[in-house]
């Protein structure tokens, strides 16, 4: 599919289904591909034409993007990563003092009525709604679920910073002087579980840290 897209004009190929964070595709179609995977064969079939590949969907950390990048994406599209802050779009709600930003997938029920006024009788919805909580100070980038919600995280500098951090962490281990040299440094290798979890359940945001009482 990637090559006929190419051949038939197309300069870049979006590439990515069932993988997004409020995606229920998989689930509603029993549609998808890994996205890893589809990034790196598809990668491959678009460069051979001169063409490009847009990662979308799958990125919960700075370091998906990078894997991304390392898999062969020209670019990589961001969505729930972002959801919350200020720039971002979503209506604003409020639910016991504290105030959330709407955010939900683009064949969910709730974008479709945006766009068309109903879901059509033919379709699925294939996303669902959720919100993100205010906070004007966030450093992590990790989006908060809480029933539902989603935390505003305030300015998305900080979450740029972090992404932009990572991604020269990852030039960096792998020997790559430009991001576009990433593809040629990565290797990937297959493995169950990679992340240290010994105290996940003692890991406190940075916004907690601030509110404790240091005892001296």
């Known amino acids: 599919m990637t090559e006929a897209l190419i051949l038939a004009g197309a300069d870049v190929v979006k590439v990515g289904i069932g993988s997004g964070s ?9 549609v998808g591909y890994p996205q890893l995977s589809a990034v790196l064969e598809c990668a491959d079939a678009s460069h051979g034409l001169n063409g490009h590949v847009m990662s979308d969907g799958g990125c919960t950390n700075p370091g998906d ?24 779009g979503g209506d604003i709600v409020e639910k016991d003092g504290q105030k959330y930003k709407l955010f939900y997938g683009m064949s969910s029920d709730t974008a479709m009525e945006k766009r068309e006024g109903s879901v059509a009788e033919y379709r699925a919805s294939e996303g669902k709604t959720i919100t993100v909580p ?11 679920v809480i029933s539902n919600l989603v935390l505003i995280i305030g300015d998305i500098s900080k979450t740029v910073q972090d992404l932009l951090g ?3 962490s ?8 430009k991001l ?18 010994q105290y996940a359940t003692f890991e406190i945001s940075p916004l907690e840290l601030q509110n404790l009482n240091i005892a001296v």
């Open 22 to 30: 409020v995606c229920t595709t998989r689930k509603k179609a029993g």
């Open 65 to 88: 993007v990078a894997k991304a990048f390392g898999a062969g994406a020209d670019f990589v599209m961001i969505g729930g990563l972002f959801a919350g802050h200020d720039q971002c």
């Open 134 to 144: 205010y906070r004007q100070v966030f450093t992590l980038i990790e989006i908060m």
């Open 166 to 168: 990572g991604l020269r």
């Open 170 to 177: 990852a030039c960096t281990y792998t020997g790559a002087k």
């Open 180 to 197: 576009k040299e990433l593809s040629k440094r990565a290797t990937f290798v297959r493995v169950t579980q990679q992340t240290n979890e």
